[in-house]
T-cell receptor
Framework: NAGVTQTPKFQVLKTGQSMTLQCAQDMNHEYMSWYRQDPGMGLRLIHYSVGAGITDQGEVPNGYNVSRSTTEDFPLRLLSAAPSQTSVYFC???????????FGEGSWLTVV | QKEVEQDPGPLSVPEGAIVSLNCTYSNSAFQYFMWYRQYSRKGPELLMYTYSSGNKEDGRFTAQVDKSSKYISLFIRDSQPSDSATYLCAMKAAGGSYIPTFGRGTSLIVHP
């Protein structure tokens, strides 16, 4: 009963470092997405994918990169971490209808 | 004006109270309406999902949609301390993009 699994749960990075947040889902959902959540800002969409090999930008894509080589996995890469990227990140997946979204437990990232 | 407006609260009520959480929206194309509950340091979880106008009931929770007023509500009867969380509304148009629009969330505190 895994659903959407994110790793790591907590991470501290130094400015300029790169890292990858991993996301995997076992529900065979076509749609996957990454959000960041900041106090007072709500959920903001970073990148999304409507299927393997297809990705697109969301509201706040700068500084992030994604790829979707399989239906199950949707990693988020921080290319050169900045303190402004300190946030909690949620991966989500959705069946084709897109009317219900299932979120992971979150990844807390601090950039110092 | 944001497409979806939601009062951030916090809303503090005594145990046993009836709680009303609300969202207003401006896009008349929205047809699918969702409520998510998010406990502290957890990912949002889908609570209820309704299509078009009307009411939907699930245990102590009732979701109500008034499309003519562009207003949706979530009612919680006999509120419990375990209901203390942030409640996010989300909505989506039929067809087209699967990406929903989220409200910023209302923080609810139910005190014993």
């Amino acid at each position: 009963n895994a659903g959407v699994t994110q790793t790591p749960k907590f991470q501290v990075l130094k400015t300029g470092q790169s890292m990858t947040l991993q996301c995997a889902q076992d529900m065979n959902h076509e749609y996957m997405s990454w959000y960041r959540q900041d106090p007072g800002m709500g959920l903001r969409l970073i990148h999304y994918s409507v299927g393997a090999g297809i990705t697109d930008q969301g509201e706040v894509p700068n500084g992030y990169n994604v790829s979707r080589s399989t239906t199950e996995d949707f990693p988020l890469r921080l290319l050169s971490a900045a303190p402004s990227q300190t946030s909690v990140y949620f991966c989500a997946s959705s069946p084709e209808s897109g009317n219900t979204i299932y979120f992971g437990e979150g990844s807390w990232l601090t950039v110092v | 004006q944001k497409e979806v407006e939601q009062d951030p609260g916090p809303l503090s009520v005594p145990e046993g109270a009836i709680v009303s959480l609300n969202c207003t929206y401006s896009n008349s194309a929205f047809q699918y309406f969702m409520w998510y509950r998010q406990y502290s340091r957890k990912g949002p979880e889908l609570l209820m999902y309704t299509y078009s106008s009307g009411n939907k009931e699930d245990g102590r929770f009732t979701a109500q949609v008034d499309k003519s007023s562009k207003y949706i509500s979530l009612f919680i009867r006999d509120s419990q301390p375990s209901d203390s969380a942030t409640y996010l509304c989300a909505m989506k148009a039929a067809g087209g993009s699967y990406i929903p629009t989220f409200g910023r969330g209302t923080s609810l505190i139910v005190h014993p």
